[in-house]
């Protein structure tokens, strides 16, 4: 059965770090790749990091890099992000994605090559 459940999410005041964590199921954990993505009310979904879940090489959004980290744990089947140096433009739904169709360098950051889905996880930054 393929399910992700997203975790995590929380008010933190600008500077603040939040850790989100995306537990999965066996199958959809053994996907080719698992990515997070966030979307803010009015704007589109966008790609903030991604990883390969075979090698573990990551891929991040130019507005995250240096500030955030994906990682995984394989004996959990959990992805995780961690988030540091919290700003208000963080703000959005968070959403655990999983099984990338898309073969290209720029696939893992779109919302249309991604099979499976969470529910989301809000993340509110604010002073």
């Known amino acids: 059965q393929v399910q992700l459940v997203e975790s995590g999410g929380g008010s933190v005041q600008p500077g603040g770090s939040l850790r989100l964590s995306c537990a999965a199921s066996?199958?959809?954990?053994?996907?080719?790749?698992m990515g997070w993505f966030r979307q803010a009310p009015g704007k589109a979904r966008e790609g903030v990091a991604a990883i390969y879940t075979g090698g573990g090489s990551t891929r991040y959004a130019d507005s995250v890099k240096g500030r955030f980290t994906i990682s995984q744990d394989n004996a959990k089947n959990t992805v995780y992000l961690q988030m540091n140096n919290l700003t208000p433009e963080d703000t959005a739904m968070y959403y655990c994605?999983?099984?990338?169709?898309?073969?290209?360098?720029?696939?893992?950051?779109?919302?249309?090559?991604?099979?499976?889905w969470g529910q989301g996880t809000q993340v509110t930054v604010s002073s």
């Open positions: 066996e199958y959809t954990y053994s996907s080719n790749c």
């Open positions: 994605a999983a099984d990338l169709l898309g073969i290209h360098d720029d696939s893992w950051s779109s919302p249309y090559e991604y099979r499976y």
